[in-house]
């Protein structure tokens, strides 16, 4: 029991970094980030495939599939998804996000384990984790300028953006939202677009209920 609830523990860390500015992305370490231009519309996301330089390939799809006001500022529960061979399943993540031009905070964050009820994070473990990322690529990078970029969603005119930390590069589009991120070649991972979401609908079931490491330790599917 206590090795589950530390395997938790550590997928929860984990994913507590998705979206974050300083957080490696899935479960294999060494992701990029979503350097892009934040531009949320409810119904409309992305799917990418993600390749570590050291580990397996994974996929990942991120949505935007609500809205609500957060001391007056528009605020959009952003929602992502991931594979989880090891825990048999999906596991979803969504966080209520706003920008005040400058960055992307995180407000709530409800998250769902396979086979699993919502659970959702208390204030002081997301302030542990999280750290404001930077709503817009431009303010961190240079433009080195317009170019064509062909993946299996098609084929997008973008702007390339070259992190100043050198980092990596941003290939970004008007058409793939909620980031606009189409292709991000880093030092030691890629991202590539594969799918662009027009219809995106909330995958997180059931009322979420206060946050308990042990219930999120994920049930096998019935045989």
Known sequence: MKNGKKLVLGVICCLLGVVTANAQMGMHGGMPQFRGIWNPVVGTGAAYQIQAKSGPESNMEIAIVGKESVNGKDAYWFETTMASPRMNGMMVMKMLMASDGVSV??????????????????????????????????????????????????????EHYRLKDG?????????????GLVKFQGKDSTMILTKVITDAKDKITG?????????????????
Not at 131 to 139: E, L, M, S, T, Y
């Open 105 to 158: 905070v995180i407000s709530r964050m409800i998250m769902q384990m396979p086979g699993a009820p919502p659970m959702e994070m208390p204030t002081q473990m997301m302030q542990m984790h999280h750290q404001p990322q930077a709503a817009d690529v431009r303010k961190e990078a240079d433009d080195v300028g317009p170019e064509t970029v062909t993946t299996p969603a098609g084929t997008f005119a973008c």
């Open 167 to 179: 980092s990596g590069d941003s290939w970004v589009s008007q058409n793939a939202a909620p980031y």
């Open 207 to 223: 009322t979420p209920q206060p946050f308990n490491p042990m219930g999120m330790i994920p049930h096998p599917p019935e045989q």
